[in-house]
């Protein structure tokens, strides 16, 4: 059945590196996926759109340079988080909609930066 | 602009009691989309429901019912005789055309306790 997975599930980096997450629609094509970030106890905040084809969609207060987003093809989204901070650690979860319009969510990535 | 509330930050129950988890929603269009999520510790946001705004039939899938009023605005989700394995995060949100993304309502921690 259809599935978004996404990869690493944790990641833990120095300060500085840059970090890259996979987010893949599995047995469903996506031509839009969404990524969230979501602080401890706290809702899911919407940074971007990824458009497969086209530039990816920030919203207000996200950086975009720091915040890499490639739509690489029907199945496939990257968030590379750029020279990360510790102020980056969190946990990133992605969304595709499936052909009959429901979000499906990964499992979400928790990223720490030291 | 799209809104959606949860007022109980926190739910607390003894295993096998009922418990509801409102949802109040607000919204100008008139098409538009409400879901549920379940989000356990694991933090993978899993789908539990999603109803559309012309269809306000109440739906009950084994201990789950939701009830749709559209003169409240309300989407509330009951859990009956409720089960350790259901203590999670529970999220409503709403999807319209005009934002075309999904609006979260800050979520309710449901704690069941044996």
């Known amino acids: 059945g259809a599935v978004v997975s996404q990869h690493p599930s944790r990641v833990i980096c120095k300060s500085g590196t840059s970090v890259k997450i996979e987010c893949r629609s599995l047995?469903?094509?996506?031509?839009?996926m969404f990524w969230y970030r979501q602080f401890p106890k706290k809702s899911l905040m919407l940074m971007a759109t990824?458009?497969?084809?086209?530039?990816?969609?920030?919203e207000q207060g996200v950086e975009k340079d720091k915040f890499l987003i490639n739509h690489a093809s029907l199945t496939l989204s990257t968030l590379t988080v750029t020279s990360a901070h510790p102020e980056d650690s969190s946990f990133y979860i992605c969304?595709?909609?499936?052909?009959?319009?429901?979000?499906?969510f990964g499992p979400g990535t928790r990223l720490t930066v030291l | 602009a799209q809104k959606v509330t949860q007022a109980q930050t926190e739910i607390s129950v003894v295993e096998k009691e009922d418990v509801t988890l409102d949802c109040v929603y607000e919204?100008?269009?008139?098409?538009?989309?409400l879901f549920w999520y379940k989000q356990p510790p694991s933090g993978e946001l899993v789908f539990l429901i999603r109803?559309?705004?012309?269809?306000?039939q109440n739906e009950i899938s084994g201990r789950y019912s939701w009830n749709f009023q559209k003169s409240t605005s309300s989407f509330n989700f009951t859990i009956t005789a409720s089960q350790v394995v259901d203590s999670a995060v529970y999220f409503c949100?709403?999807?319209?055309?005009?934002?075309?993304?999904?609006?979260f309502g800050s979520g309710t921690q449901l704690t069941v306790l044996p």
């Open positions: 969304s595709a909609p499936t052909p009959g319009l429901i979000p499906l």
């Open positions: 047995d469903f094509q996506a031509t839009t």
């Open positions: 990824s458009n497969e084809g086209s530039k990816a969609t920030y």
């Open positions: 919204t100008r269009d008139t098409t538009y989309y």
């Open positions: 109803r559309n705004s012309f269809d306000e």
């Open positions: 949100a709403l999807f319209t055309g005009s934002a075309r993304q999904l609006t």
